[in-house]
């Protein structure tokens, strides 16, 4: 890897981060006068903990990483912005990315004026670690891959992952949205050879937490890259109501796994019946809580599904995807309603 200071944007390496009054006063007081809050309203009139050392904690315990490893955001579409910000200089810098991918990694390089270079997947929705890493000049800043892949379900080749954290010296993002539906390991245990890798992992799947009031994405690196995401992130970026629920989350894996067996049972169902006849679709191998199915004339299955109030994510616009819906796994009652809704579609 290059020295993280050669990759990291130089005024953002240089400048000084904005420092709250909850960052400057640590410790027990029953006076807080340094916020300028309201002092009623208890205890909604208090400023969060800007860095979340306790929600941390318990993460650290969890996924037996450090809590100095640990970046907290509003999503992790929150990290994946603050990375492109924190590594790509603005029409000068670039980032690789996979396609077809989770659209924000292009987006938010759009939004701050740095180019997105896409790299195909091949017609099984698997990785060319040589073409990423073609792809990739001295000015690209950051690689970004999603395993489980979002739309196509599947994980991306190990082999071809590790070939390319080895072999490139900027920052490789690894996407771990889906990973607690995987049969795969996490590359979180990775972090320790590899200075240059960031996993990004939320609670909006896996652990049914994406409600407006429990947003938390986080993301995992070594604690100079954490450094730097904190220096600029917004000094309460992730407000205390989510602090508190996440952590009643976090404190309850079971029911998480419970639900993730469920969801899993259910996927292997749908998927067997939606291959079979008198369905007979393509279905692509899912290692997530959806599935990517070809059923044909997607256009016409997800108006019609529509009409039938139910909504799926029609793909058939996506590079690769063309006849394609994605199929969030539901309750059994839910993926009933959405089969017996194809099986009497008139197409
Ligand atoms: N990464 C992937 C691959 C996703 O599919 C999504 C959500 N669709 C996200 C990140 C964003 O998740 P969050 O709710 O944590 O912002």
Redesign the pocket.
């Known amino acids: 890897m290059k020295d993280l200071k050669d990759l990291v944007r130089p005024n953002v390496w240089n400048l000084k981060p904005y420092s709250s009054a909850r960052d400057e006063f640590h410790g027990d007081a029953s006076v807080f006068l340094d916020a300028n809050e309201n002092p009623w309203n208890v205890p909604y009139n208090r400023y969060p903990d800007p860095l979340q050392w306790k929600l941390k904690d318990r993460l650290a315990v969890l996924k037996g990483v450090d809590r100095s490893s640990i970046f907290l955001g509003n ?3 929150e990290a994946i912005d603050l990375v492109i910000r924190a590594f790509c200089e603005p029409g000068l810098d670039s980032v690789v990315t996979i396609s077809p991918s ?1 659209g ?1 990694y292009e987006v938010a390089a759009d939004v701050n004026n740095v180019e997105c270079r896409k790299v195909s997947l091949d017609e099984n929705f698997d990785l060319d670690a040589d073409r990423v890493l073609e792809s990739a000049d001295e000015w690209t800043k950051v690689i970004f891959l ?1 395993s489980p892949n ?1 739309p196509s379900g599947n994980s991306l080749d190990r082999g071809s992952i590790y070939k390319i954290l080895k072999n490139y010296e900027g920052i490789v993002v690894i ?1 771990e ?2 990973i607690d539906f995987s049969a795969y390991p996490s590359f979180l245990k990775e972090l320790s050879g590899f200075p240059n890798l960031i996993v ?1 992992q ?1 609670l ?1 799947k896996a652990w049914g937490a ?1 409600f407006w009031d429990i ?1 938390l ?1 986080m993301a995992f690196a070594s604690p100079e890259i954490i450094g730097v995401l904190n220096k600029i992130k917004y000094p309460y970026n992730v407000n205390q109501l989510t602090q508190e629920k996440a952590l009643e989350f976090l404190n309850d894996e079971a029911t998480m796994k419970h639900q993730v067996n469920e969801i899993l049972t259910e996927r292997n169902r749908l998927e067997k019946i939606l291959s079979e006849p008198p369905f007979s679709y393509q279905v692509y191998p899912s290692d997530a809580n959806f599935l990517l199915v070809n059923v044909g004339k997607a256009d016409a299955m997800y108006n019609g599904l529509v009409k039938k109030g139910i909504v799926v994510r029609n793909r058939s616009n996506v590079q690769k995807c063309r006849g394609c819906l994605r199929i969030t796994i539901g309750t059994p009652k839910e993926n009933d309603s959405l089969l017996n809704a194809m099986k009497n579609m008139k197409l």
Do not use: K
Request: aromatic share 12%; charged share 20%.
């Open positions: 999503g992790s579409d989770y924000m999603c979002n996407d949205a889906y990004l939320t909006s994406a947003r994405g």
